[in-house]
């Protein structure tokens, strides 16, 4: 079956996509990436403990330099040019499946197994490999992997994309993994506590001014504690009180300013998308029908695909979307087969 090199997060997928790994007949290693300044010892330890188990080995490879170009400082340029960044899509892309997949064909491994929830299939027909969801489409996270490579679908393993996180639990209880209970990380690792505006001022090493509210029509309406604070939809946490309930409809980082309107100004019917990864397909030669969501924890909704640049494509969905917001990503699916799916530029009405 070849070799195969396991990132090892610590957790519970990813040892339990080691376990499946070898049960298919690769000849498997592996590896758990230190990111940060200060990492997390007890996961580079659960990993270690699990690869003892499997009798595999083990190796630590130091990719703080490359996290800290590839994803927090692009993570932090996007929020202050006013985006709302997602850094989980950047990290598999540049990451994962870039710096490890690197080191992993470096080291004579064909593939590269990561215990995400997803599939990736080889289609005879189109000559492409498919990007497919999870068996357990609640666990799904294809929306976080749409940006790889066909070059790195090639390689790529997923064996937990069959299973149930309740199996996947079992599977590593009944084979005495000591972080069989463990809890799902929820957080940006380099964010654990959420508190974005603590990190870009502490990454970037500056302050946020405060600047003015505007009404929809240019109008000032109050103060704000700094336009890099809000994210478009937010509603609470505005810092004074209204005649109403007010929204985040729009930033201008410039000029420092939020725009604040009603709930019912915050829906588009038109998404126009840059930078896309075309997957099933491609390119996109006449409209088409998809399902498509523009952030992780939104339902698919209808919509029609239309490719209006080499890297830019228009979605027309049937229902306008709430909150629209620049710098999220917006993924397209035909079934359960990922299209493609790129970062939002703006949505339009």
């Given amino acids: 079956m070849g070799k195969a090199m396991i990132a090892m997060s610590g957790g519970v997928d990813s040892s339990v996509a080691a376990l499946l790994t070898i049960r298919l007949g690769y000849s498997a290693t592996g590896a758990t990436m230190r990111l940060l300044e200060h990492s997390n010892t007890r996961d580079i330890s659960d990993a270690q403990s699990v690869c003892r188990r499997l009798g595999i080995g083990h190796t630590v490879f130091d990719l703080r330099e490359e996290f800290d170009r590839e994803v927090m400082r692009r ?140 009404d929809l029509a240019g109008n000032v309406i109050g103060r704000h504690g700094g336009a890099v604070r809000y994210t478009i939809g937010q509603r609470k946490g505005l810092g004074m009180g209204f005649n109403k309930p007010m929204y985040v409809c729009g930033k201008d980082m410039v000029a420092n300013t939020v725009t604040l309107g009603d709930n019912a100004d915050l829906f588009s019917r038109r998404v126009v998308v840059r930078d896309v990864n075309m997957v099933a397909v491609s390119c996109v030669d006449r409209p088409m029908r998809v399902t498509a969501k523009v952030r992780y924890s939104q339902r698919e909704e209808p919509a029609t695909l239309v490719q209006t640049g080499e890297n830019e494509i228009t979605l027309v969905f049937d229902s306008p979307q709430r909150a629209v917001a620049p710098g999220q990503a917006a993924v397209c699916y035909d079934g359960d087969c990922v299209v493609c799916g790129g970062r939002i530029v703006r949505g339009e009405n």
Wanted: hydrophobic residues 35%; proline residues 4%.
């Fill in 75 to 214: 993570f932090a340029d996007t929020y202050l040019s006013g985006e709302t960044p997602n850094p989980c899509i950047v990290c598999n892309k540049t990451i994962k499946f870039g710096v490890l997949l690197e080191r992993a064909l470096q080291c004579g491994c064909e593939h590269i197994v990561t215990g995400h929830y997803a599939s990736v299939k080889y289609d005879a027909v189109s000559g492409r490999w498919l990007l497919v969801k999870a068996a357990d489409h609640s666990k799904d996270q294809t929306y976080f992997l749409y940006s790889l490579s066909q070059e790195q679908l090639a390689h790529i393993l997923f064996p937990v994309g069959e299973l149930t996180k309740p199996e996947v639990r079992a599977l590593a209880e009944a084979n005495g993994f000591v972080n069989s209970r463990k809890h799902d990380s929820q957080d940006i690792c380099f964010v654990p506590d959420g508190d974005y505006v603590s990190f870009l001022r502490s990454y970037c090493g500056m302050d946020f001014a405060a600047g003015d509210y505007l």
